[in-house]
C-alpha cells in the first residue's frame, strides 16, 4: 500500500525536476572551411541551468544561435520536447518559447528601451496599431525583474550605457522566455554587482518558472555560481561535462588551464 503511494509521488518529484527539455544531437557546422561545431551533444532539463563554458572561437555562439533558429546545422538534429524540429528562422524557434541573449545583436539603437524589450512581439490593438502604454507598463516591470538601474523606458538605446543596453537584451528574453532561455556572455559588459544580478536572474527563472537556461560564459567562477551543470567546449565538442555538486571552480580551472597548455603545445 505504502509502496502504490509513494512510487507516484517519485515519479511526480522526478518528472518536475528533470525532465529533458533539448537534446542536440550530433550537430555539426561550418563557415566555408572553419568547422565551427563538430558533432555536438548536449542535454538541457527543465528547471536547471546549464553553463557552457569554452575558450574564444570554441564555438559556444555557433550552437546557440543553432538552437535559436538563427542558423542552421548541417549535420545532426535538435530534440525539443521529445520532437525533432528544425527552425527556418528565429521565429520558430520563439513559436515553442525558444529566446535568446545574443553576445552581439544585443538592440536596435534608434529605438526605446521599451520598443526594444517587445521587438517582434510587439502589443498593438485589432487595427495593428502599437499599444504604447502597455509595452512601456511590462518593460518596466521586465526591467525592475532584473534589478538594473535604467533610465526610463521611452529613453532610446543609442544614449544607454554598455552595461544598461545589455539589461535591456536580458529584460527581453527574460520576459518572453517561456521554456527555453538562451544566454550568450549576457554579463559581458557588466559591473561585478550587476553580473550577480543576471545570475540570479538565471537561477530564478530556472527554478521558479521552470525554464531549462543555457548560461555562456568563458568566465569559470560564473559558470560555477550560474549552473547545476557544466559543459566545456573546445575546438567545436563538449569535450567533458560536471554537476556542480562534483566539482569546484579550483577543479575547473585545473582541468581547463591543463587542457588549454595541453592543446597550444600540440599546435606548436
Ligand atoms: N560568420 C562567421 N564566418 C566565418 N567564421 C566564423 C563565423 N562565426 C564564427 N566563425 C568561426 O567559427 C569558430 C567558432 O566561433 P564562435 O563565435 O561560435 O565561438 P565562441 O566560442 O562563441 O567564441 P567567443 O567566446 O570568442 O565568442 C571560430 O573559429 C570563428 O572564427
Redesign the pocket.
Known sequence: MLIKILIPIITQGVNMVGEELLRVVDVWKS??T?V?LRGVNMVVRRGEVVALL??????????IKIISGYLRPDRGQLIFEGKPVRFKSPLDAKALGIEVVH?DLAVILDLPVYRNIFLTHEVTNKLGFLKDDIMKEEAKKALDAIGITMPPVDTKAEALSGGQRQATAVARATYFAKKLLLMD?PTAGLGVVESKKVINIAKKYAKELNLGVIF?T?NIFQAYEAADRIYY?EQ?KIVFEKYKEETSPKELTDIITNRIIELRGRKR
Not at 54 to 63: E, I, M, P, V
Open positions: 563557415y566555408g572553419v565551427a569554452g575558450d574564444n572561437g570554441a564555438g559556444k555562439s555557433t550552437l553576445q556572455e555562456v568563458p567546449m567545436g
